[in-house]
């Protein structure tokens, strides 16, 4: 091994810092999944009958259909009935106020860096905290709604919005889309909801938090968005888990729904426990995201820093349905030590005129296998439709591993398509420019790194952009933050 | 201020500097000349650290200092400022970034505060002034795409913002039109002072038209074979490198 090589393995054995439990009471079920199981979920929940068997409905459908064996990760086969499908922290059920949530549970969030308390709050962020099966509380609810901005827990939105949540669940990603939407669809226990009316700019950027506090668990949660005609949101989605030396099952489902020239931009700072340095334990991520250009000039724009989970499988994708509608989708994906990741996009272009942009940026370090997996699809009445994809791949040491798998489909000739893609290493002589000009290596890696990063960074809201930055300083560098 | 004595350095296997030995004092301009492959650029790449170059005998002083024992950053720490033959490309990292972070990791160093935005600002500005360089240039992503007089410029422009104790200009004329090649000779003269030395490394006389050596050396097969003042190097732009290769030859014979 070369002197830089050595050196790059010292920077990029990090500690994952966000790893503690928190001590609190938890109901839980028993492990195992059956009928039983999602009517168990359902009930506790005070679904509706339609929500139930919808549920059943997509759980009979997951039974017989396959594990997805085309992704280029490897990891042990998950035993489904060795899971806890719903645990929740022991509180209140009904909360009058944020004073009467959980001291234990404010002091994660805390700690997490997310203040629950709406006072204290200066960065105008609206909050929807979700710790395992459910959503501990929203903030800023009331300042919304006068607006008639709908932002809640989707447990809330069954109870409270029964018909939007009926219109448009399943409307993107269906119960059949994939083996884990589909398993997502019988056993989801919460996640953030969220409507825009007409014509309607929300004032605040609107986020939700996600923790995985109890051991055992699976966290399946799912995310509806809606922006009506002319009606615009910027949502932001974090995520954290404890160290656990045992796998983690994140099954996810993210809908989108942008009618008519409007416009929904979705940021997602992944950070999900990756296991050690020798591959035990992490979170297991499979995650379906999709959004719907529905409407003419609409806009869709997906944005994702992944550092954590040991294995991230996700492809947050566009429908552009809509006449000129517009999808980008913008990443950055950090895999080290023994993580694996598959993650892309795919453009389904249907209207006219409509366009879309990839970039996605690859960081590999460690002995992880990062891969862009995307499609551009370009359907036979999309007159003029246009797609630019770049690609970059940046390696780090020599024991990593850089995949770009790009599939494009033209069904007409108008349609323009462009792919460009990178492979590079960080160079020694990077290296040494940085060091003779007073920079030390690791702060070096990270300069490089950030600027290799800048176009998807951008992309973020501002307070965003800054944790992102430190984010992968720390992913890749232990020490510099 | 900087004392080389009997310096050895190969790389991989081969011997390319075979004792050199240079004085150079505060105050003082230093050209270093030779033909082609006889170890300047590896002289000036050996003092500034570059790990592909292995030290095998010999010593390197600055004030007193054991440069040798020293990392790179620490060497550029302690004042050493390498002006590149070929300026590296930092894709996505702006020249104002990374002076910024190296202004501070410099002044860290030193035990100084580090920089407010309005001081970095303010001291960019006359910089910016003093090497006539401009701004827009600065906001690029560092070199990426800049002509072979922009590089050149930007790296006096960092030499102006770090304000070295001993800046080496490793073949800083190659590859600039005489224009370029002036502004970029006022601005090594404007930042030359009694405190600081400056080592020039060429191949030819022409930038010592502009940056007037007190002190010229010729390289040859490793070694300084001849040292004069810059009469010496109009004597080589004259004459060319044979009659000096050929008198090393015979004394070594």
Redo the contacts between chains.
């Keep these: 091994m070369s ?2 090589n050595k050196i790059l393995e010292d920077i990029t054995s990090s500690e994952y810092k966000w790893g503690f439990v928190t001590d609190i009471e938890n109901d839980s079920l028993p492990k195992g999944l059956s009928e039983d199981t999602v009517r168990f979920i359902s009930a506790k929940k005070n679904e509706p009958e339609w929500l139930l068997e919808w549920r059943l409905d997509a759980f009979r459908k997951w039974l017989a259909m396959d594990e997805p064996e085309w992704s280029n990760v490897k990891f042990p086969k998950i035993d489904f009935q060795d899971i806890i499908y719903y645990s929740a922290p022991k509180q209140k059920v009904t909360l009058d106020s944020l004073d009467d949530i959980d001291p234990e549970l404010r002091a994660t969030f805390e700690k997490l860096g997310i203040s629950l308390d709406e006072q204290k709050r200066m960065t105008g962020v609206a909050v929807d905290a979700v710790i395992d099966s459910v959503s501990i509380t929203t903030t800023f609810k009331g300042k919304l709604s006068e607006l008639g901005i709908i932002f809640c827990s989707m447990s809330e939105a069954v109870q409270e919005h029964p018909e939007l949540v009926r219109k448009y669940l399943g409307s993107v990603v269906p119960v059949t889309d994939n083996y884990y939407a589909a398993l997502n669809s019988a056993v989801f226990s919460d996640g953030s909801f969220c409507y825009i009316p007409k014509g309607v700019r929300s004032p605040m950027e609107l986020s939700t938090y996600f923790r995985i506090n109890a051991a055992n668990t699976g966290q399946f949660e799912r995310t509806l968005l809606i922006a009506d005609e002319g009606g615009y949101v910027s949502y932001l989605e974090g995520c954290t888990a404890p160290m656990r030396d045992e796998n983690q099952l994140h099954a996810a489902v993210v809908e989108l729904v942008a009618m008519e020239r409007a416009e929904i931009k979705y940021s997602t700072v992944q950070n999900w426990y990756p296991g050690d340095k020798n591959g035990v334990g992490g979170i297991l991520n499979f995650v379906t995201k999709r959004g719907i250009c529905a409407g003419d000039y609409a806009k869709i724009s997906w944005t994702q820093v992944e550092t954590g989970s040991a294995i991230t499988w996700k492809y947050p994708s566009c429908i552009l349905k809509g006449d000129n509608s517009i999808g980008e989708f913008y990443s950055v994906a950090v895999t080290n030590n023994y993580q694996q990741a598959d993650t892309g996009t795919k453009m389904i272009h249907i209207g006219k005129n409509t366009k879309s942009r990839i970039v996605s940026k690859g960081i590999s370090a460690g002995k992880s296998h990062n891969s862009y997996r995307g499609l551009v699809k370009i359907m036979k009445r999309a007159e003029g439709a246009r797609n630019y994809s770049q690609c970059d791949s940046l390696l780090m040491g020599d024991q990593c591993g850089a995949h770009t798998f790009p599939y494009i489909e033209v069904d007409n000739n108008t349609a323009t398509v462009e792919h460009e893609a990178t492979t590079s290493k960080i ?4 290296i ?10 690791e ?1 070096a890696v990270a ?2 790194v ?6 998807v960074l951008k992309q973020l809201p501002m307070e965003f952009a800054v944790e992102a930055q430190k984010l992968l300083a720390i992913s890749l560098e232990g020490s510099v933050g | 201020m900087l004392s080389i004595k009997n310096l050895h350095a190969r790389i991989e296997e081969k011997e390319i500097l075979r004792g050199i030995n240079l004085e150079v004092k505060a105050g003082e301009v230093h050209a270093i000349m030779g033909p082609n492959g006889s170890g300047k650029s590896t002289l000036a790449s050996v003092l500034a650290g570059r790990s592909d170059y292995e030290v095998t005998s010999g010593t390197v002083q600055l004030n007193g200092k054991d440069l040798l024992d020293l990392s790179p950053e620490d060497r550029a720490r302690e004042g050493v400022f390498l002006a590149f033959q070929y300026p590296i490309e930092i894709p996505g990292v702006s020249t104002i970034n990374f002076m910024k972070t190296a202004v501070n990791e410099v002044r860290e160093y030193r035990g100084q505060e580090p920089m407010d935005a309005v001081s970095f600002l303010k001291l960019m500005k006359e910089k910016m002034k003093l090497v006539e360089i401009d701004e827009s240039l600065l906001k690029r992503a560092l070199n990426e795409g800049f002509s072979g007089g922009e590089k050149k410029r930007n790296e006096i422009f960092q030499m102006a913002m770090l304000e070295p104790m001993l800046a080496i200009l490793d073949e800083t004329d190659s590859g600039l039109d005489i224009d370029a090649l002036r502004i970029v000779a006022n601005g090594v003269n404007k930042l030359k002072t009694a405190n600081n030395a400056t080592i020039v490394v060429t191949h030819y006389q022409r930038l010592l038209d502009y940056i007037v050596p007190d002190f010229v050396h010729v390289l040859y097969k490793g070694r300084i074979v001849k040292s004069g003042t810059k009469e010496l190097a109009m004597e080589l732009e004259e004459k060319g490198y044979d009659w000096i290769k050929a008198e090393a030859d015979a004394q070594t014979v």
């Design positions: 002197d830089s160079g020694e002589d990077q040494f420019y940085c060091n003779q000009r007073g920079i030390a290596t702060k300069l490089i950030n600027g290799y990063c800048k176009e």
